[in-house]
């Protein structure tokens, strides 16, 4: 599926959510608002014309003490009941609008006030509003409309109550719901992100490791990674430079080793020609040209290194296994190396010394190359000593998980290495100066560690104050001799 793809169909499950809490919400807010329309318009609209039908029941227990008022004063039975009638006559208005809806007890509590109008109306209003039971009757019509409507007012504000405590339980279950849509939300989107995320990363993770090994010489085909198709793509480019590089690499050695091949047999007809004029075979020499005859000899001993070395590093960087012969005492064959170098050691003013185990490790390893290996570090330790310096060449043994390795550490006494020596140090034709040693082609520690790769060990660099260790591990065979 297509990166595109991919985040279209992620990021539109997060709308998705969001739709759903929308309406989560809305339906909340719906209901809520649906209570408070019965709240309203029908409780509190109910309310008012049973508060109307109360009021004009009321007004007829007001025009009855009004009258009795009047008649008291003087007024004649006419006057009264012109007032009575009056409120009757609203009071019937109001009930035949609102009476059968009223509550039953309401209603009748009214009707006894319109009984009581109506008595008045039909007798001597006067005389009959006078009368002591006339009064009582209207007291307790008062005291039972006023219960009536006390108890009324208690039941609204009651249901009331329920329907506001209806209308929080809707609101909170919509809170509730919408903060578990809301945490759902954010745990999915974080999911979904960290999925999408790693989908991504981890791809090119992987490519810029395998990117970074491209870079350091390592032509290893690169696998799939996952993810993607764009990450594939960049993948399958990845590979394409990768065998690009390798083809390039491989004329590189190609070209090395038949160079190398070409300049080794006039170098070696050179090397026997003048050994020749030092023997003396083609006359005696004057010391002139003895001083000169040393320095060409010197001159092309350097030259055979160097071509050895080019045609050591084709050999090994091209994969051929190494000629490893059993029985090799390591000992001796860094005692070669270092007899091999002795010479201009001491021309330098520099002292070699050897430090040994009691015992001495057989080996199956190709001598001939590790010979060289150790010479490399020996004559880069050399050339950096200064006069009357040190370089300690020490053989040891150490146990590593299940395995024993023997170590060759090789300490000079130079100035050290810096920061951007060192980090480049055992790359190939990486020449560096150090101290007043010239720079060379930069292959000695990039062989010896090749070398040491190839015999199933390995190369390492140790800086210390004003000295420099390398160290060279080679595992042990089963065999060892005293």
């Not at 990768?242 to 007809?269: I, N």
């Not at 050999?315 to 170098?341: F, N, T, Y």
């Not at 590790?370 to 050339?383: C, F, I, Q």
Request: glycine share 8%; proline share 4%; aromatic share 2%.
């Amino acid at each position: 599926m297509r990166l595109p793809t991919r985040l279209g169909i992620t990021h539109g499950a997060l709308v998705a959510l969001l739709i759903v809490l929308l309406v989560v919400t809305l339906q909340g807010l719906l209901r809520m608002l649906g209570v408070m329309t019965i709240i309203s318009d029908q409780r509190l609209s109910r309310l008012d014309a049973e508060e109307e039908l109360h009021r004009s029941a009321w007004d007829i227990e007001v025009a009855l003490r009004h009258a009795r008022i009047a008649c008291a004063e003087g007024a004649s039975d006419a006057v009264a009941a012109d007032r009575i009638a009056r409120a009757t006559g609203t009071f019937s208005d109001v009930l035949a609008r609102h009476g059968a809806a009223a509550p039953a007890r309401l209603r009748d509590a009214s009707l006894q006030y319109e009984v009581l109008a109506n008595d008045a109306l039909s007798n001597r209003t006067c005389p009959f509003l006078s009368l002591s039971s006339t009064e009582e009757r209207r007291m307790q019509l008062d005291e039972e409309m006023t219960d009536t409507w006390i108890d009324r007012l208690h039941e609204l504000h009651a249901d009331i109550q329920a329907k506001e405590k209806s209308a929080r339980a809707i609101g909170n279950r919509t809170a509730s719901n919408g903060v578990v849509v809301a945490v759902l939300g954010v745990v999915a989107a974080v999911f979904v992100a960290r999925l999408t995320a790693r989908s991504v990363t981890l791809p090119i993770a992987r490519l810029a490791a395998d990117a970074t090994r491209l870079g350091d010489g390592d032509f290893t085909p690169i696998k799939p990674v996952g993810g993607p198709p764009e990450i594939d793509e960049l993948r399958r480019d990845l590979e394409r430079t990768r065998e690009k590089l390798l083809g390039v690499d491989r004329l590189k050695q190609a070209f090395l080793a038949s160079v190398s091949h070409e300049l080794r047999s006039p170098l070696g007809r050179l090397r026997e020609a003048l050994a020749l004029l030092g023997d003396g075979t083609l006359g005696e020499l004057t010391s002139k040209q003895g001083r000169v005859l040393t320095l060409a000899s010197r001159a092309c001993e350097q030259e055979v290194r160097i071509v050895e070395a080019l045609l050591d590093m084709s050999r090994v960087s091209s994969g051929l296994p190494v000629q490893r012969q059993a029985g090799c005492d390591i000992a001796k064959v860094v005692e070669a190396a270092v007899e091999g170098e002795r010479p201009a050691a001491v021309d330098r003013g520099v002292e070699i010394r050897i430090e040994r185990d009691d015992k001495s490790p057989s080996l199956r390893l190709d001598s001939a190359l590790v010979e060289r290996a150790v010479a490399n570090l020996v004559r880069n330790a050399v050339s950096v000593s200064p006069r009357d310096g040190v370089v300690r060449v020490r053989i040891g043994s150490r146990a590593d998980e299940d395995r024993r390795l023997v170590t060759i550490d090789v300490v000079d006494d130079g100035p050290g290495l810096n920061d951007a020596v060192a980090a480049r140090i055992f790359e190939p034709f990486n020449a560096a100066q150090v101290a007043d040693r010239p720079a060379g082609i930069g292959l000695g520690l990039s062989l010896a560690r090749e070398v040491a790769r190839a015999h199933g060990g390995d190369l390492d660099l140790a800086r210390g104050e004003g000295s420099t260790t390398f160290r060279m591990e080679i595992p042990v065979g089963t065999e060892e001799v005293s």
